[in-house]
């Protein structure tokens, strides 16, 4: 059990590094529009992890059938949440618009497992998302004034909002998908059957927007690591992380995605993060081995020795 969770924490971690390069990546695709990359993103990595598990989905389809109200949540979530997304860093700044998203998630997730599920929150989740938000704001006040281009008052609240929105869609494909694993559905036929559907719900918004990245080799390039890296392989391991920690911990996990962006911006397109920016990182891994270090096992209370009954 405690290997389970083990694994299942270092396969969201993972998933957190490779969705954490989605930013730097679209970078080099200027010229292709935030809702472009983001259906591309989704919808071609999820019609993937579809057609990965197709047999498994046929093979499922009477349960799938039952489950059809997470399915349907699920895939209309997973279909708003690129676009939002994508739209709040466009107008937001990629920094802002990333931290208001992902850093909703947990609370959004917490609050959805809590009132449908009727799941308490743990003092050390709760103290370990604290620690998280705190150490995000940071990053976020830190890294905004680095970006040259002034965001205008309007574009900042339709970006605030934008991300609030993916945060809750984000919160409620990770719940939906979860509670149909946890009847019985594998991690692989719930992720692939979910975002299967939300990718083609997608595709009239990529037909109609994808056109430039046909204009060049390096965006076609980026719409296919898109789809490839952090959709499909970064997906694949979220469900199977998914399968074995609650969805509130899995979206606290995830807080580890601006920062990879924060860096990565950093390294490689030549960003400067103030110190105010590196203590947020700091604060950041903190929460995250505050959430994910395994409980303390508990003693066995010492057997009290029975009297033994006289003898006569």
């Excluded at 802002?96 to 609050?111: D, E, R, W, Y």
């Excluded at 601006?258 to 700091?282: D, F, Q, S």
Aim: aromatic share 8%; net charge positive; with cysteine.
């Amino acid at each position: 059990m405690l290997q389970g969770h083990i694994w299942g924490v270092v396969a969201i971690l993972f998933s957190a590094i490779v969705w954490g390069t989605t930013g730097t990546a679209a970078t080099f695709a200027p010229d292709v529009s935030a809702a472009a990359i983001g259906a591309a993103a989704m919808g071609v990595g999820g019609i993937a992890q579809a057609l990965v598990a197709a047999r498994g989905i046929a093979q499922s389809r009477t349960v799938l059938w039952h489950q059809r109200r997470f399915l349907v949540i699920g895939a209309v979530s997973v279909a708003i949440y690129p676009l939002a997304f994508y739209g709040a860093m466009r107008l937001a700044g990629v920094t802002v618009g990333t931290v208001i998203t992902i850093g909703s998630a947990p609370l959004l997730s917490a609050l959805i497992e809590y009132f449908l599920d009727r799941r308490h929150l743990t003092v050390r989740w709760s103290i370990g998302a604290f620690v998280g938000l705190i150490g995000m704001g940071m990053i976020c006040i830190a890294e905004n004034p680095s970006h040259g281009d002034m965001v205008d008052g309007g574009n900042m609240l339709l970006g605030t909002c934008l991300g609030l929105i993916g945060g809750l869609t984000y919160a409620l494909y990770s719940w939906s998908a979860r509670k149909m694993m946890l009847q019985g559905t594998r991690s692989s036929i719930a992720m692939g059957a979910t975002f299967g559907l939300g990718g083609i719900l997608l595709m009239p918004v990529l037909f109609m927007t994808g056109g430039p990245f046909l204009a060049s080799w390096t965006n076609a390039f980026v719409g296919i690591y898109m789809a490839a890296v952090p959709m499909f392989l970064g997906y694949l391991a979220f469900g199977f992380g998914l399968a074995r920690v609650p969805a509130s911990m899995a979206t606290v996990i995830t807080l580890l995605e601006p920062v990879v962006a924060a860096v990565l911006a950093v390294l490689i397109i030549g960003e400067r993060l103030p110190n105010i920016g590196w203590i947020g990182v700091g604060l950041v891994v903190g929460c995250l081995v505050i959430i994910t270090m395994p409980p303390p096992r508990q003693r066995r209370p010492r057997a009290t020795p029975q009297p033994q009954p006289e003898q006569t």
